[in-house]
């Protein structure tokens, strides 16, 4: 399935974060963080700097959340505050599941060839 | 806080490399995450950077340039950029080319430097012409052969027709100028480059050369060539009349072939699985 998108901007299919380039990585770690509630830019950041070590730069961090706007994975809370908050959508959780199950399982396969004991030179 | 008051300002005043549009949705919930930041002791040089650089960046998606743009939008905006590149790299040449050849210039114009120059920027002015012209062509070719040629006949008929009296009014009303160089080129002292495209373009950029041209060589002219600076400017304005509807009609084939190309895409976009070799771990 496809998502709507903008006019003049590329389609996404559910699940590809990956077609977001290099802000696959800042997508992931958002989509991870509102899987936990609806947040606001310093919010997010800050969440993410706790789970992930990841301290996102505001420009990046935004470039991402237009992006993810966008394809229709994450959406706006009216809010009255100027911190605006936003939330994981329905099909933005099920992208956020379809890649960290990829992660997991590019991970395993990982961990799985170290144990066998193939050593690093 | 009133440590601060600085960085706010600048933080503010850099919102401005952002586009209007991104401004307008996001600017204030942008503006008020800068501040918290700030606030938080959490900029830095890289900080700094990473604001002015998505900014550009920002600006660069919104022109089509870079960002998440669609290919025929990114193909529409290569092609201006191409154009607008040939068009000034065209005229830039044109002139230096005229200036060297007609030997309008302090330096001694049968030099090998000179000649050196001249032949390099009359190769770099062939494969301008060279690549404009087969650009224009092509476009204007896969137009009619697509019928899109008739819904912007009218224009395309106007080009051309003014096109075609910008050559023919600038052919006959300089074909009588004598040679008005000092020397120049050996191609043009012994008639191997066209006499009247030297003389031509040396009259286009009259305004460029008078100011290094030697003051004799102006004054023979005589007092007859006083017309020369009201047909220059004319000729330039005619020319310019020319090249903007031609722009435009081969920028509107051009724009046809895409959207022809793109409709015949249509059918097959949504069966293409896109990205999957790029899925994977987080980059």
């Known amino acids: 399935m496809l998502l709507a998108v903008a006019p003049g901007h590329r389609q996404l299919a559910d699940g590809q974060l990956g077609e977001l ?36 730069a505001p420009g990046t961090l935004y470039e991402a959340l237009s992006r993810l706007e966008r394809q229709g994975l994450i959406e706006p809370v009216a809010s009255e505050d100027r911190r605006r ?37 | 806080m009133s440590e601060f008051k600085g960085a706010h300002r600048l933080a503010a005043a850099l919102l401005r490399a952002y586009p209007p549009a991104w401004r307008t949705r996001y600017g204030e919930e942008f503006h008020q995450l800068l501040l918290d930041e700030l ?33 025929d939008r990114r193909i529409t905006v290569a092609m201006r950029i191409t154009g607008l590149a040939v068009v000034l790299g065209g005229a830039c040449g044109a002139a230096m080319w005229a200036q060297l050849a007609v030997g309008w210039q302090w330096s001694a114009p049968a030099s090998s430097s000179t000649r050196t ?53 600038l052919g006959a009303g300089w074909i009588g100028l004598s040679w008005p160089g000092t020397g120049g080129h050996y191609w043009t002292e012994r008639g191997l480059a066209p006499a ?79 990205g999957h070799w790029r899925r994977g771990l987080v980059s």
């Open chain 2, 117 to 169: 120059g001249i032949e390099l920027i009359t190769a770099g002015l062939a494969g301008l012409a060279l690549s404009g012209g087969s650009l224009a062509a092509g476009s204007l070719m896969v137009a009619v052969r697509r019928g899109r040629f008739r819904q912007r006949d009218a224009r395309i008929a106007l080009a051309m027709f003014c096109g075609c009296a910008v050559v023919l009014a």
């Open chain 2, 39 to 71: 606030d938080d002791r959490r900029s830095s040089l890289g900080w700094w950077l990473n604001l002015v650089t998505h900014g550009v960046l920002a600006r660069l998606t919104e022109w089509g340039i870079a960002g998440d743009v669609e290919r």
């Open chain 1, 21 to 56: 380039g290099r802000y696959a990585g800042p997508a992931t770690l958002i989509l991870a963080s509102l899987a936990e509630g609806e947040k606001h830019g310093y919010g997010l950041t800050k969440d993410i700097a706790d789970f992930a070590g990841v301290r996102l």
């Open chain 2, 196 to 274: 009247w495209l030297g003389r031509r373009m040396w009259a286009l950029t009259l305004s460029l050369s008078t100011y290094w041209a030697h003051p004799d060589q102006l004054r023979a002219l005589g007092n007859g060539a006083g017309w020369l600076d009201v047909a220059e400017p004319g000729a330039d304005c005619l020319a310019c009349v020319h090249v903007a509807p031609s722009g435009r009609a081969s920028w509107l084939c051009a724009a046809a072939a895409v959207d022809d190309g793109r409709g015949r895409a249509a059918g097959c976009r949504f069966h293409v699985p896109r």
């Open chain 1, 85 to 121: 908050p936003y939330r994981l959508t329905v099909r933005g959780a099920e992208a956020l599941r379809t890649q960290l199950d990829e992660q997991r399982r590019v991970a395993e396969i990982g961990l799985r060839r170290l144990e066998l004991g193939v050593r690093p030179l």
